[in-house]
């Protein structure tokens, strides 16, 4: 039996992080702005002579010396360029920071079309896995509580069947149920076991809590968990989705925003009035992506600022999401800018031919780690006529084609009608 001592190591000193951490959100908004700029001036300067960053920050008249003399984090930013995916896929060796400690390669399916291949560090996990806990304990999740996770990422899944993955599942009293896999007779399953196991919460895609809740609700069943609050997190949460799921379970939703790219990025307190931003882990601009300048309380292209990964940062990073930032304060005494709305990145569900619903993360998934694929996008016609569109890069091999295919057909069903069309967009 081997045991992954690094993979509890980790959690432990993300414990540790935790403890003073939590009481940043209640920092004024001027301390907050102080932190916030001192961590990104920080990151810059370890930046500074990178391949790709030195060459950045050269151009925009970022020298040393006067990266230290900015007192303005708006100044800095706005002479920054937006970082695309597709920079990251042509200067990604340049990019990374090799003497980072405990570096290790990460991938993103993409949400929105583009799956990413990065990396990150040990410093970026446990400050992820710190932020992570303040956010579950502000949603309705305390230490040793039974939760559930229904969750979909191979990856995720995998750790957790680990034998670490499994301590840990003892310890923090967590069972997992695969919604990439929500038949009928799976949902009366995870029915039977959330019963049984009295979860206080759930954590889950947006669309797989409220399946199971239409589910719940068709059957005339009323659940007796959770407890305490449902998570969701991964997709829009729309007020009707919302509504329908509070209907069902009876306790509070709470929604959260996030990628796999730069972990969580901010979530609802109690009082449900936008997603408090972890500000000391990332910097998040809404703009308008014409002008380039700045949007208040209107709609707008999100970029993000991870503050935590110094093995590869993603620095003014075009994450593919729009959404609204709040113009208001929380009354429930955080402080710090809130993010009113998110407004992209839909992810839908199918249901097969054989009655078998399928989470469209599962799509996104498909791509991880697919180095060659730049953009992608899946179509279901009808039951049984699908449609795949793959723009490849230069790294795209031909065995490629035939491992995505034979992963979507063992959902979709190898019956279907499956056609695969490369184009340039």
């Known amino acids: 039996m081997h045991i992954n001592y690094k993979f509890l190591s980790i959690h432990l000193n993300a414990l540790n992080v935790y403890r003073f951490k939590r009481k940043w959100l209640f920092f004024t908004t001027n301390e907050l702005e102080i932190l916030q700029l001192n961590r990104l001036k920080k990151l810059l300067l370890q ?12 151009k925009a008249g970022l020298t040393f010396q006067e990266i230290h003399n900015i007192d303005n984090i708006h100044e800095i930013l706005s002479r920054l360029p937006i970082l695309t995916k597709d920079d990251i896929h042509k200067h990604k060796e340049e990019m990374l920071n090799k003497n980072a400690r405990g570096i290790f390669e990460d991938s993103s399916g993409g949400s929105t ?8 560090d040990e410093t970026w996990l446990i400050n992820m896995a710190s932020t992570t806990l303040i956010n579950d304990t502000m949603q309705g999740w305390y230490f040793f509580c039974p939760h559930v996770k229904l969750w979909g990422s191979p990856k995720d899944a ?81 007020e009707q989705m919302r509504d329908k799921i509070q209907k069902v379970f009876k306790v509070p939703v709470y929604d959260r925003y996030g990628s796999r790219e730069v972990g969580c990025i901010g979530g609802e307190c109690e009082k449900h009035k936008g997603r408090h931003l972890h ?74 031919k054989s009655g078998r619903m399928v989470h469209g993360e599962y799509f996104t998934h ?30 795209y091999q031909d065995d490629f084609t035939k491992s995505i295919v034979r992963e979507i057909n063992e959902v979709i069903g190898e019956d279907c009608c499956l056609e695969v069309h490369f184009v340039d967009e």
């Not at 930046?47 to 050269?58: A, D, K, R």
């Not at 500000?279 to 309380?297: A, N, Q």
């Open 47 to 58: 930046f500074h002579e990178n391949p790709f960053y030195g060459g950045i920050l050269q």
């Open 279 to 352: 500000i000391y882990d990332h910097i998040l601009e809404c703009i308008d992506p014409r002008s380039g300048k700045p949007v208040r309380g209107g709609a707008g292209e999100l970029i993000i600022t991870d503050l935590n990964n110094y093995a590869f940062p993603f620095i003014r990073y075009r994450i593919g999401d729009w959404g609204i930032l709040s113009t208001e304060k929380c009354n429930c005494g955080r402080n710090g800018p809130m993010l009113k709305k998110v407004l992209g990145r839909t992810t839908d569900t199918i249901t097969t």
């Open 113 to 120: 079309g583009t799956p990413l291949n990065f990396y990150h």
């Open 158 to 238: 995998g750790e957790l069947d680990s034998v670490s993955g499994k301590i840990l599942n003892i310890i923090r009293r967590r069972h997992f149920c695969d919604s990439f896999d929500m038949p009928v007779e799976k949902l009366w399953k995870y029915h039977a076991d959330m019963e049984k196991f009295r979860p206080v919460v759930i954590f889950s895609y947006a669309s797989s809590i409220y399946i199971l809740a239409n589910f719940l609700h068709a059957h005339g069943i009323d659940p007796s968990y959770p407890t305490r609050s449902i998570i969701s997190t991964a997709e829009c949460l729309d």
């Open 366 to 395: 498909v791509f991880y780690g697919v180095d060659g694929v730049s953009q992608f996008q899946f179509v279901q016609e009808n039951r049984e006529h699908y449609r795949l569109f793959i723009v490849k890069n230069e790294n």
